[in-house]
Structure formats: structure tokens, C-alpha cells
């Protein structure tokens, strides 16, 4: 006799829906953005299907949409009209971020904007800083870094970020930009961490998208090793000592163990980011008839609420936003 039947809980939808441990809501997602300097621009990202650079002033709609469909945060990440060795576009208050921030509480004062906090996109060489003077070495200095990333950090703060995020991945960069935010006068802006973020081939697409490869060299001297779940911890560990308000984990899918070892040890606000890859590759599959779109990006966020993520910045934001509304 089988005492024991776990089916009896799953015979119909509505006891599916009472034992169901985790919910996905429209509350949980972040929707990144890609902004470029410049006017009418509406560039489809070929290795991103759906999603395109978008001007200033062309942002209109999307920020509408995202409100309508309840999502409370976006992402801003930068293309600028210029890039030189130190990332100077970075911190120009007329930069896109800066524009857009302002041009988004103007049309959509409820969103949370996160301004993300990094000069990859802003360097001509395509580094997360300052390069060491050795040409092709490709080390980034990580001291004068933590000025530039703070002054980036300050720009978005004065123009009406309500957060910042700090993705170079150098050491002290929480600490720096605090200290920063708190001389100008920002106590208020709070810091999400990108505190443990992998050198992750998943970021593929987001170079394309960001216009930020490195021109030579790899990331691996500042962006962990994706072997390591131990660090990973300590580096939470750091950014949490050096005020970071919430903390996230980068990529999510690869590094649901990683995700759910924070969620046991510390109590901040969790964040994963469900990286360009993670998109695309699911996104290759629904083209090709291979997978069904919207169940498996559904299931792909459920994982990564349930591994422990209270939010997650990704991709599928508005469509997920739409398939929850729909189910
Ligand atoms: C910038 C940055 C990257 C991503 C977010 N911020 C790229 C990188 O480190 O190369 C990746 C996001 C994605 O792949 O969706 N430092």
C-alpha cells in the first residue's frame, strides 16, 4: 500500500495554485534599459530580438508601457556620442543616462530609476577603468578607477537616480561611491550592488548591445571566476560592510547555488540579473520552434525567485509582466 501520494496536491489547477511555494509578479522585475546619445534612434540589438538602442527621445513609449504593465524599476545603461581612455562621457551631465534619468521622472515620477555605475561603455578600450600605462596589458588600476566610478555615481544621483549600481567589479567601489553620494548631498540614493558578478560568457550579447567588448584582453582580472562560490560570499561580505543597500548576484541561471548561499547568509534585498545570454539563447530556441517561449522564460524567473532572489533585472520584463497578467 502507498501511504504517501504527492499527486493528491496536484490533481487540479486550483490545489496546484494553493501549495505553489513561489510567485513571480510584475513587483519583482527590473526592465533594462539601453539608451544612446543622439535623437531618432531606434536601433534593433540583432543578438537581442526585441529589444533595440533607443534615444532620448524615443523613450517615451517604452517607459509607458513599463509603467502600465506595474514593472517598478528600470536599468539605465549608457551609449554615449564619445569614448576616450578614461571613460569622460561617463560622468558628462549630458550624457544619455543623465538625459534619460531626467526625461523618465519627468514622464513617469513612480518608477524606481537605477542608473548602473560602470565606464566599459564609456572607454574607448572597452575596459570597466583606468588602464595601466603598459599598452596592451590590459590592467585596470583599481584606486584612480574608484574616483572616475564616483563621479559617474554622483552625475546620475544629481540627475534624479534613485539608485545607483556599481558593476566594474573593483575593490572598494561601494565605499567610494557612499562616501561620494554622501559629500553631494545624495544620502538618499541607495546603492545595489553588483557583488558578485562573473566573468561570464553569458554577457555576449549585452557587448553588442552596450557597444562595450573589450578592444583586447578579457575581464578576468577584475570579474570573478565563475568556480568560485566561496568568494562570491566574501565579496557580498565587502559590499555589505561598505554600505551597499542591496546586493545582487550576475549572472542568475548558471549561479542558483550562488544565489541561494546569499539568501541563507545575509538580509538585504537580493537581486539576480538574468543576463543577455540567458535571453538570447532562450530566445534562438523559440525561434526555431525548438522551445516554447513563454513557458521557459517563466520557468527560468520561478528558478530564480525560488533559488532566493527577491528581484531580478532581466530581459523578458514587459513580456513576462504580460504572460503573468494573461495565465
Ligand atoms: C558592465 C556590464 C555588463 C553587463 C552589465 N553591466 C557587461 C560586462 O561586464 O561585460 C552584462 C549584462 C548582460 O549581459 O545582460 N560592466
Redesign the pocket.
Known sequence: MIINRPRRLRRTPALRRMVRETVLSADDLIA?LFVAAGSGIVRPIRSMPGYAQLSVDQLDPEINEIAELQIPAVLL?GIPAYKDPTGSSGWDPEGPVPQAIRAIKRLAPQLTVIA?V?V??YTSHGH?GILAETPGSGDVLNDPTLEILARCAVTYADAGADIVAP??MMDGQVAAIRTALDAAGHTHVAILS?AA?FASA??G???EA?E?APAFGD?RAY?MDPANGREALREVELDVAEGADMIMV?PAGAYLDVISAVRQRYHLPLVA?Q???EYAMIKAAAQLGWLDECRTALESLIAIRRAGADMIIT?FAKDAARWIGSE
Open positions: 533594462p545603461f548602473d560602470c566599459c561603455e570597466c558593476s566594474a553588483y558578478k553569458f554577457y550579447p549585452f557587448r552596450a562595450s575581464r570579474q550576475k540579473y543576463v543577455s545570454g530581459y
